[in-house]
């Protein structure tokens, strides 16, 4: 299994502790050092995902952006979706899970905004509009029609900071890793009314794997 990058710093702030307890014949010390080290490494674990019954070039097809549990399916909560008519899922990340984020549907990356805030826990409605967070526009077209969704990185008490690989210009596959979030944290997804939704309130997302929801098929004419 692959490690992210980002987990240098970490790794080695709770691996330099374990060491001179260990130089020091420390044993609990070390035991205790050595598991926070072991755990804040699989914090950043990054493994490779096969979407469930779709291929990641179906235009149809939308993807769980992240590991979690489902906490909002259908009519966006009050105040915080965009301007316009949208659907909203919302997936929250416990400590526990894999914290890379990949991106719920492939095209152009048309803005990506950061916005800094709070560090509310994560759960809470009001974490969605008072919280850090980075907004991604990403829009297709496909016969000839333009298809945006907009998925945000939300930090919560224990995440401290987000992390997005993308810019705009960039083109991105559904379910491409395009950045991660430190220790926690939720992400609010928003799709046309068109899309029909597949997932429910609390069935647990594979990010990149599970289906989030497909757009009716292109009229071929």
């Excluded at 490779?48 to 906490?71: E, K, N, Q, S, Y």
């Excluded at 939720?186 to 757009?215: C, H, N, S, Y």
Aim: charged share 20%.
């Amino acid at each position: 299994m692959k490690i992210d990058p980002a987990a240098r710093p970490f790794t080695l702030m709770a691996a330099v502790p374990t060491v001179i307890a260990a130089l020091a014949r420390r044993p609990r010390t070390t035991a205790a050092f050595g598991l926070l080290t072991a755990g804040v490494t699989l914090f950043f674990r990054d493994p490779d995902r096969t979407p469930d019954h779709a291929p990641v070039a179906d235009p149809v097809v939308l993807l769980a952006p992240a590991d979690g549990i489902v906490m909002h399916v259908g009519e966006p909560q009050a105040g915080i979706a965009p301007p316009g008519q949208w659907q909203q899922v919302s997936i929250f990340l416990s400590l526990l899970d894999v914290h890379m984020n990949r991106s719920p549907y492939g095209g152009r990356v048309i803005d990506v905004t950061h916005t800094p805030g709070r560090f509310l826990a994560a759960y809470r409605a009001e974490s969605a509009t008072k919280n850090e967070r980075s907004e991604i526009i990403v829009e297709r077209v496909v016969a000839g029609r333009a298809r945006r969704i907009i998925y945000r990185q939300l930090v919560g008490q224990l995440a401290r900071r987000i992390v997005t690989r993308i810019q705009p210009g960039d083109e991105i596959a559904t379910g491409e890793r395009m950045g991660l979030m430190k220790f926690g944290s939720r992400m609010d997804v928003f799709v046309p009314p068109e899309v029909q939704l597949e997932v429910t309130k609390g069935k647990r997302a594979i990010g990149g794997e599970t289906v989030l929801g497909r757009f009716p098929a292109a009229d071929p004419s």
